[in-house]
């Protein structure tokens, strides 16, 4: 393997997740259909998608144990008071990291969505 290319998220509720990530997070939208949505980040330097279920999810928690990383230009500080003042919930304190400072949020469906400042 030499890359990951792409990462999808089956989510719970598909418009009330296209709603969190972007009016609260501020992703763009690439392109949408009845079972997904592909959202740009970066100027489309990353994307990634929230999909309806590829099999019944019952009552589980989707997001325990995954992690998105997304690399940000802007100062973390800043951006965690900018999604903070939109109702985002962090997830901790912003953080060293061997990769730079970050701080983490959670989606609807409890993936864990990490914004990166890079060194």
């Known amino acids: 393997m030499k890359q990951l290319t792409f990462a999808s998220l089956q989510v719970k509720d598909l418009e009330?997740?296209?709603?969190?990530?972007?009016?609260?997070?501020?992703f763009e939208i690439g392109d949408t259909n009845p079972q997904a949505c592909v959202f740009k980040y970066d100027k489309g330097q990353a994307s990634f998608a929230i999909r309806t279920p590829l099999e019944p999810l019952d009552d589980r928690?989707?997001?325990?144990g995954v992690a998105l990383w997304f690399a940000v230009e802007e100062n973390v500080d800043e951006l965690?008071?900018?999604?903070m003042a939109k109702g985002v919930t962090t997830v901790g304190p912003i953080i060293e990291t061997p990769f730079g400072r970050a701080f983490h949020v959670k989606d609807l469906d409890g993936y864990k969505l990490t914004f990166l400042e890079t060194k």
Do not use: C, I
């Open 16 to 26: 009330a997740s296209k709603d969190f990530y972007v009016n609260q997070l501020g």
């Open 80 to 83: 965690a008071q900018q999604l």
């Open 61 to 64: 928690e989707l997001g325990v």
